[in-house]
């Protein structure tokens, strides 16, 4: 079958103004890549069409008509809850030109609303909830769509849930990513700066799932099972894009990548036997870090740790990430830096229950830990997560799905003021980290280290400017 996946672009960073998302971190869509690989292994062609990448078109029209030129039996979207829209808007577009062409939807956003979604957009034919590689598979080949576990479909005027699909039981089944297919990879997909030393820079995924339960995060696709990609599997994986694609640093996105400690310590041992000529950045969870293991994951070539601490404020902490611990962060974060390696703390402003003195006291607690680095994202309630069904009683929801990327205020706490108010807030407090004394300090003596960052920043100079007037608080 010819099969065409697409991933949306969603909504603007800034309304109205330059999207700096795809020149400051554009990523390899990987979930994609992923089904790709499968599907091309099971002997369908398959194209790819990134509507952030380098070369993809801006409106849905040319898009669409970049998709129909690869004649398409089948097109797949990987949809966010912000590119959902701008995915459907494509997908019409597919409909109104080829209505032959069957309109497949999977990710987050599916798998947490189901069959609701199509019931309310016309122009999909077929919902993949949970992970695709399997039950895709299984569409391209010809199945009967009732016996296909996972999927939603119509049968007529009625719409058909199908029973869940178990999850995959052996991720070192799957192909590795298909890079290959994806145009401009590497060289015009590029890590968030100052994130790296070398470049060109890749991203890798090696588990599925997370047996915790904080209160923000979907697990629509993968619940709470754990799986996780062998030591050997992901050291050839890495091998691959280095031989492949030259890749010199990459950032592993697991949200547990240290959660099964043998695996760690054996990739650690292979790594540290046979060097790749590579870095690499991942995620520790506080409390569960030790010496030894920061030792030997600098000895295999890491380079910046990330930790999620999300707030200062305990009651925050208690009721939106449990088992986090503000002395244990302090404990963990100069453990990394003792280690070598550093340290980048990852928090989130206007979770339920914030105030303006719980902001203070974060903002007060990132200086004091001297990170590396920081990202405040912008608290985002999911449909999938579990603080949403009571959402609306914790304050003001702007229900507007565009806008429902972690990069916009979509929900007032009842403890600030306004949405206003909010964002002044966040731009305050994140200017007060990259203004602060000691963090410039460290940034000067790395720069050199950094000229790749350095440069890509030189070059897009007049767009950064623009973006950092979006941080500057209002002069009262």
Known sequence: MRIVLVHPAGSNWVPGKKDMTTVANRMAPL??????????????QVFLHDCLGPRAATSPEANARTILNHQPELVGFSTTTSSFLDGYALARCIKQSNPGVKIVFGGVHVSALGAELLADFPDID???????????????????????????????????????????SDLDDLPFPDYEGLAGFPEEYHLPLFSYIHAPGATMVTSRGCPYQCSYCDRSVFKRTYRYNSAEYI????????????????????????????????????????????????????GQTDDELLRNLKQAGC????????????????????????????????????????????FMMGLPGETEASISRTSDFIISLALDDMNMTKFTPFPGAPLWA????????????????????????????SRERLDELYNRHVKRFYTDKQW?????????????SLWRLLWHWPSFLAAKQHFEPEQK
Not at 245 to 260: K, M, P, S, V
Not at 341 to 346: Q, V, Y
Request: aromatic letters at 6%.
């Open 31 to 44: 979930g994609l890549l992923s089904l790709s690989a499968y599907l091309k292994r099971a002997g369908h």
């Open 126 to 168: 077929i919902l993949c909830q949970g992970e695709g590689e399997e039950a895709l598979s299984e569409l391209a080949a010809g199945l009967d769509l009732q016996s296909i576990d996972g999927l939603v479909w119509r049968d007529g005027d009625q719409i058909v849930t199908n029973p869940p699909r178990t999850p995959l």
């Open 235 to 286: 050291y050839e994986h890495m091998k691959h894009l280095h031989s492949r694609f030259g890749i010199r640093h990459i950032n592993i996105y697991d949200d547990l990548f240290t959660a099964h400690r043998p695996r760690i310590e054996r990739l650690c041992e292979l790594l540290t036997a046979g060097p790749l000529d590579l870095q690499f950045n991942c995620a520790v969870r506080v």
């Open 303 to 346: 380079l910046m740790v990330s930790l999620g601490i999300e707030s200062a404020d305990p009651d925050l902490l208690v009721r939106h990430k449990s088992g986090v611990h503000l002395e244990a962060v302090t404990e963990t974060v100069n453990r990394i830096q003792a280690a070598g390696l550093r340290a980048k703390g990852l």
């Open 390 to 417: 009571t959402i609306r009683e914790e304050g003001l929801l702007i229900d507007d799905w565009r806008l429902m990327n972690c990069l916009n205020f979509v929900f007032v706490p009842k403890g600030i003021s």
């Open 440 to 452: 410039r300090r460290k940034i000067t003596r790395r720069l050199w280290e950094h000229r790749w």
